[in-house]
C-alpha cells in the first residue's frame, strides 16, 4: 500500500533524552514535513525538506534536528534541548508545486511523552 | 494576528442540517487552500481544497473561496454524526511548500 508511515506510534521519553521518530514514504514525493500538535491547538511547522540532502526550519525547529539522506525518509530527532516536547507529532509528503496546489497527506502520528 | 483564523467553537448542528464552517488569512498572495477533517486522536485527512474563487463542490461538501475578503469556507450538507470532528482550515503561505494551519473549528452534530 502507498503511503507514509511514522513509528513510534506511541513514545515516552526520559528527562535529557534524545528520542528520533521515524518517518518513511513511498509515494514518491518531493517535499516532507515535520508537525507538532498540542492538544487542543493547531498543527505548527518544525522542518520541511523539498529535495534530497536539503531541509528548512520551520515555526518552531529550536530543539528539533532532522535529515534527508533519502527520499523516502525524514526523519526527526527531539533532542534535550527541547523543554516541552509532549505532543502528537505529524509527518507529511507532498509533490510541491505551488500550482498545482502542494496537497499535503499525513502519516497517522507519533504520541510523545515525557516521563 | 495570526495568519489563519478560525473560530474554535463547538459548532453544534442538528443531524441532516447545514454546518458552516469559516476560515480567514492575513497573507493576500495565498494562492492554495485546504480543508481537513481531524478526528480526535487521529491525524487530519484531506477534504477539499480550492484555488480559485466561487465554489468548489465534493458530494456532501462544498469550499467557497473569496480572496477578496481573504476567507474561505467549508459547508457540509446532510450534516452526519460521523462529521463530528475538528474540522482544520490550511492555507499556502508565502513560501509554496509552507503549508499553515488555523487552530481548527470543532464540529458536533447531534443525532
Known amino acids: 500500500d502507498g503511503g507514509i508511515t511514522q513509528s513510534p506510534k506511541y513514545l515516552f521519553r526520559k528527562e535529557g533524552q534524545n528520542v528520533t521518530l521515524s518517518c518513511e514514504q513511498n509515494?514518491?514525493?518531493?517535499?516532507m514535513y515535520w508537525y507538532r500538535q498540542d492538544p487542543g491547538q493547531g498543527l505548527r511547522l518544525i522542518y520541511y525538506?523539498?529535495?534530497?540532502?536539503?531541509?528548512q526550519k520551520g515555526d518552531i525547529a529550536e530543539g528539533y534536528s532532522v535529515s534527508r539522506e533519502k527520499k523516502e525518509s525524514f526523519p526527526l530527532t527531539v533532542t534535550s534541548a527541547q523543554k516541552n516536547p509532549t505532543a502528537f507529532y505529524l509527518c507529511?509528503?507532498?509533490?510541491?508545486?505551488?500550482?498545482?496546489?502542494?496537497?499535503?497527506?499525513f502519516g497517522e502520528g507519533s504520541w510523545l511523552t515525557v516521563v | 494576528q495570526k495568519e489563519v483564523e478560525q473560530n474554535s467553537g463547538p459548532l453544534s448542528v442538528p443531524e441532516g442540517a447545514i454546518a458552516s464552517l469559516n476560515c480567514t488569512y492575513s497573507d493576500r498572495v495565498s494562492q492554495s487552500f485546504f480543508w481537513y477533517r481531524q478526528y480526535s486522536g487521529k491525524s487530519p485527512e484531506l477534504i477539499m481544497s480550492i484555488y480559485s474563487n466561487g465554489d468548489k463542490e465534493d458530494g456532501r461538501f462544498t469550499a467557497q473561496l473569496n480572496k477578496a475578503s481573504q476567507y474561505v469556507s467549508l459547508l457540509i450538507r446532510d450534516s452526519q454524526p460521523s462529521d463530528s470532528a475538528t474540522y482544520l482550515c490550511?492555507?499556502?503561505?508565502?513560501?509554496?511548500?509552507?503549508?499553515?494551519f488555523g487552530s481548527g473549528t470543532r464540529l458536533l452534530v447531534r443525532p
Open positions: 525538506s523539498q529535495i534530497v540532502n536539503d531541509f
Open positions: 507529511a509528503s507532498s509533490i510541491p508545486g505551488p500550482l498545482a496546489g502542494n496537497t499535503i497527506y
Open positions: 509515494l514518491n514525493h518531493d517535499a
Open positions: 490550511a492555507v499556502i503561505g508565502d513560501s509554496s511548500y509552507k503549508l499553515i
